[in-house]
């Protein structure tokens, strides 16, 4: 028995097992006509035909190139989910972290390092409380330069400075927002289908654990219900104090306050100003002493401040891309320079390959010898 | 001769309208993976149809051949190179380089456009058992204009630049 052939067996075995799927459900998402054709090859006793090892690969979410790497160490970064839901995560995450292997492939090919480090944080979960927490969002604001209205800015720091991967994704049955660190960096996976404020939120949230994730544990955290609670408390203390910093919001307040009272439509308006939801805005109103708890909680429960956020949605709402635009972007620049084939970068930009060209003009790209120069030669 | 394609060539023949000629000088090879897998369809020139390729039929009645490589081959081309280049290859061109090299004494001839295939073929030292779709075409009497990226022009500059990149020392020699 080839020596390959028996442990790309056991590697296909172990993926599907870790994407929890049975030999029957495997077996059909791969084209393959028998589960016991699956059995067969993660026994090693089938060879693989090779056009059955490119269905099997997309089966299990990564590539031919990985499972015939046999000096691969199988690293599987630690996600940590944010409004975690029961479901089965393991695909959406195995999709992710293939993703974000691709795009750190994408910055090596272009040598692209991040222009700076995303700083971690000492802190204990157990220990810290809010000022903690307080003093953590003002310095980050700060070293992340993202002014006086944070949300507008942060997912395209987190990105282009700090090389963060930001992939977008239908996590309605699994939760809201994931972060990980691997060989890649850094990473985020988001949930496209919430409106752009709870977005906002979500990734300050996310980039709380980021910062922080030298100190407090994704493993020990999973497993101790008390930290995990307490972690996700302190983040979503640290986004709201981090996208509604103090002194931009009570200035706001402050000077349509003099202007006739706060209304209804001007709450509305800050929240969609700071790019929050108005939940967040008066509860960072009572957080820097602007409005008492109970007055926002009587204003949350006002039907007509309801219906006053709802009408202003639409013109405030944006999908987000179905594919990073800078992961587009370096990718066809990647092409463009022959680091990958066409065939390579249909797969990158997940469509086939005569459908590539219009993926492209999506993004604004297009394959035109003639749309192409050197700056640096005449 | 021996003419293996791959997807690219495969759909651009479709598209230049050479196709019907290529199978009936009856030298056409495709890799098991472009024909079970990449090349399934192909755009007219507005992109809006779509027309399917059928490459299986082709095979079944003989008009153009399959081969194929195993796992442990491609993972044996993919031991010659560097990381950077092993991403950069699809698994349909990764297998046509397998053939190519297990069928080292032979005279296929691999067509491909692609920069980085053909600097590939260059790195492993298989330069002569390359071919631009330009040469394929003229070499087949079939004198037609071809894309840029297609011309023998380009298939030589990366022919070079892998040559290059080998005397360089990036992948292990062949």
Redesign the interface.
């Known amino acids: 028995m080839?020596d390959?052939?028996k442990i790309?067996g056991q590697r296909i075995q172990s993926l599907r097992k870790r994407l929890g799927l049975t030999q029957q459900v495997f077996a059909d998402m791969a084209g393959l006509t028998a589960h016991q054709i699956v059995s067969q090859i993660e026994m090693g006793t089938r060879?693989?035909?090779?056009?059955e090892?490119?269905?099997i690969?997309k089966a299990l979410k990564t590539?031919?190139?990985n499972?015939?790497?046999?000096g691969n160490a199988d690293d599987h970064p630690v996600l940590v989910w944010r409004d975690y839901r029961d479901g089965n995560t393991a695909i959406k995450e195995a999709s992710f972290l293939t993703r974000c292997g691709r795009y750190h492939?994408l910055e090596?090919?272009l040598g692209m390092e991040p222009s700076r480090e995303l700083p971690q944080v000492d802190i204990d979960a157990r220990q810290a409380g809010l000022d903690d927490v307080n003093r953590i969002a003002i310095d980050m604001s700060r070293t992340l330069h993202l002014g006086s209205i944070p949300a507008a800015s942060l997912a395209s720091v987190l990105e282009n400075d700090y090389a963060v991967k930001i992939w977008y994704e239908d996590l309605d049955e699994s939760g809201s927002a994931a972060s990980a660190f691997g060989e890649f960096g850094y990473a985020i996976m988001m949930h496209n289908q919430q409106p752009p404020w709870r977005r906002n939120f979500s990734f300050a949230h996310e980039l709380f654990h980021l910062i922080t994730w030298d100190s407090i544990s994704a493993e020990e955290a999973a497993d101790d219900k008390e930290l995990y609670d307490k972690t996700e408390r302190l983040a979503d203390r640290f986004a709201g104090m981090l996208l509604l910093p103090a002194d931009a919001l009570c200035a706001e307040f402050d000077q349509r306050k003099k202007k006739g009272g706060v209304k209804y439509s001007d709450a509305v308006e800050m929240a969609r100003r700071f790019e929050v939801s108005t939940e967040a805005l008066l509860w960072g109103l009572v957080g820097c002493g602007r409005l008492r708890a109970e007055r926002a909680k009587e204003v949350l429960a006002d039907p007509a401040f309801r219906e006053r956020d709802r009408m202003s949605m639409r013109s405030y709402w944006w999908n987000p891309p179905t594919m990073p635009e800078r992961f587009v972007s370096l990718a066809f620049l990647?092409y463009q320079k022959?680091?990958?084939?066409?065939?390579?970068l249909a797969?990158y930009l997940e469509v086939?390959?005569?459908?590539l060209?219009?993926k492209l003009d999506e993004y604004g790209l297009k394959e035109s010898?003639e749309l192409e120069g050197d700056v640096t030669s005449s | 001769m021996l003419l293996l394609l791959?997807?690219?060539i495969i759909?651009d023949a479709y598209t230049l309208g050479v196709w019907d000629n290529l199978v009936a000088s009856g030298e056409i090879v495709a890799?098991?993976?472009v024909?079970?897998?990449?090349?399934?369809?192909?755009?007219t020139e507005n992109?809006r149809e779509?027309t399917q390729i059928d490459l299986p039929s082709l095979v079944d009645a003989h008009r153009i051949q399959e081969a194929?490589?195993?796992?442990?081959e491609?993972?044996d081309v993919?031991q010659y190179l560097d990381r950077?280049t092993?991403?950069?290859?699809?698994?349909?061109?990764?297998?046509a380089l397998a053939i190519i090299m297990k069928d080292r004494n032979g005279e296929m001839l691999f067509c491909t456009a692609?920069?980085?295939?053909v600097?590939t073929v260059a790195m492993l030292g298989l330069s002569e058992r390359g071919v631009s779709m330009e040469s394929m075409l003229d070499r087949l009497g079939l004198h037609k204009e071809v894309p840029?990226?297609c011309s023998e022009q380009r298939f030589r500059q990366?022919i070079q630049?892998g040559t290059t990149m080998r005397l360089q020392g990036r992948g292990k020699p062949y």
């Open positions: 080839d390959l052939q790309l060879e693989v035909k090779a056009w090892l490119v269905a690969s590539d031919v190139q499972l015939l790497d046999v492939q090596e090919w990647a022959g680091k990958m084939s066409r065939a390579r797969t086939s390959l005569p459908d060209s219009a010898e | 791959d997807a690219c759909i890799p098991s993976i024909i079970h897998d990449e090349a399934k369809f192909y755009k992109g779509s194929s490589a195993t796992p442990s491609m993972g993919l950077g092993q991403e950069g290859l699809d698994p349909g061109e990764i297998e692609d920069r980085i295939a600097e840029a990226k990366y630049n």
